[in-house]
């Protein structure tokens, strides 16, 4: 829903990259909203975007160089400025996104200054998808889609209308105005560059335990109980903690997902009992436990050894608790260790997660509810509510789970490295 009045970005600094659709001319008055909003704004094109709109227009509008080429003829040392604008960047949106550039960041190619400044960005990525209505229904594109959001990018939907092509359907940018604000909220929860802490708190020295994803509990050799986790906030938070030093061991389950940079660790299980040995087996050199995985409470009590066959009718399966992991490492926590749950509520949420915190000994609790839109398994954004064992409560805005894994480990880490291995 668009914001009632224009949202304010004063001090934003805003990656635009262009690339070469008919819809490239939007660009010209989206640098403008993001101007008038009170953003900086560079720009950056792939070289089919120059067929469409000029970079004297964008760089006019933006009052900065436009870049194309990731090894300009006429400038030495140039080749670094993709590290650079990555480091400026609060937020890179790109829009808007061919079906070409959306597999190129998909499958981490580089060979323009775009998709290479889009590898080396440490802030939240837009992505804007435009183009005609069968390229964008193929399912090369979906798929390159869903591992955009899988990463951590956002993907604004295109919109429906008539497209260049003269044929009516799903593949329209969407208007400068929603790009905008989609952007705008994306960037609400980051606190302004001049007034941001002057550098994340340091993880080096310290264990980090990350369990992210579903758990499989089989009940017979081909069919598994399970939830509906993609494990992408467990992947997003073992990212962030190994880019802030930490030693990580991810604990996940069956996920689509590959293992962040940084993470050296990575152990797969199936079972909430397999989840449970890994994550006991490590729990007295851990440091923060940061318990995002959706376990199963429940197994199936008597798997068989063979596939059920459907002949003998309706089938009733007793299932047995598995082991509470978390309340288990409540119980052995020691003194330098910060337990971190997850709760996800649909009813009830802030009195069910304080009891949480409290039975599991935990020192916070991360609250969310999978019925909210943008929230929950799936989407690669969540709204959460965080609560200390001191009492404090935070609500915490909209935001991508890659930002979201940053504003935790903010607020989670004690000063001065207290959770440092034993
Ligand atoms: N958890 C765990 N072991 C389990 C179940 C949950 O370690 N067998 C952890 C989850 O990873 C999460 C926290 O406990 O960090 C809360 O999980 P949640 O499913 O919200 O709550 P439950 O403890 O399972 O309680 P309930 O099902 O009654 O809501």
Request: aromatic share 4%; net charge negative; glycine share 8%.
């Amino acid at each position: 829903m668009r914001a009632a009045s224009p949202p304010d970005l004063s001090g934003r600094h805003l990656l635009l990259g262009v690339t070469g659709s008919i819809a490239a001319y939007k660009a010209a008055p989206l640098v403008r909203l993001f101007r008038t909003a009170g953003a900086e704004v560079r720009v950056l094109m792939t070289p089919d975007a120059e067929r469409f709109v000029s970079p004297l227009t964008l760089g006019t509008l933006s009052e900065h160089e436009v870049l194309t080429k990731i090894f300009p003829e006429n400038e030495d040392g140039a080749w670094t400025k993709h590290v650079t604008l990555g480091e400026w960047a609060d937020l890179f949106v790109v829009a808007p996104a061919t079906a070409q550039t959306i597999a190129k960041l998909a499958h981490g190619f580089c060979d323009s200054m775009l998709t290479a400044t889009a590898l080396s960005a440490r802030c939240p990525l837009l992505v804007c998808p435009a183009m005609d209505r069968e390229m964008y229904r193929h399912r090369t594109t979906q798929d390159n889609l869903k591992r955009l959001r899988e990463i951590g990018y956002d993907v604004l939907p295109a919109a429906h209308g008539e497209l260049a092509s003269g044929l009516e359907g799903q593949g329209r940018l969407p208007e400068p105005e929603t790009i905008r604000d989609r952007a705008a909220t994306m960037l609400a929860d980051r606190t302004a560059p001049e007034e941001a802490e002057p550098s994340p708190r340091s993880l080096a020295g310290t264990h980090v335990l990350v369990t992210a994803g579903p758990t499989q509990e089989p009940f017979d050799p081909v069919r598994v109980l399970t939830n509906r986790s993609t494990g992408t906030m467990g992947y997003a938070l073992a990212a962030a903690a190994a880019r802030r030093g930490a030693e990580v061991t991810l604990v996940t389950g069956p996920t689509a997902l590959e293992p962040p940079a940084g993470v050296d660790d990575v152990v797969r299980v199936e079972t909430a009992e397999e989840m449970h040995e890994a994550v006991q087996a490590r729990r007295d050199t851990v440091g923060l436990v940061l318990m995002a995985a959706a376990v199963a409470d429940y197994t199936p009590a008597e798997p068989s050894d063979s596939k059920r066959k459907k002949d003998a009718g309706d089938l009733t399966l007793r299932l047995r608790r598995t082991p509470d992991i978390l309340k288990t490492l409540g119980e052995h926590k020691h003194d330098a260790q910060t337990l971190v749950g997850f709760a996800l509520e649909t009813d009830d949420g802030p009195d069910n997660a304080r009891r949480k915190l409290s039975d599991k000994n935990l020192d916070w609790i991360v609250l969310n509810n999978p019925t909210e839109e943008g929230a929950g398994f799936g989407p690669s954004t969540n709204r959460v509510t965080l609560i200390g064992r001191d009492g404090t409560e935070e609500a915490l805005p909209l935001m991508s789970k890659t930002a979201l894994a940053d504003a935790l480990l903010d607020r989670v880490t004690p000063p001065s490295a207290a959770v440092s291995s034993p």
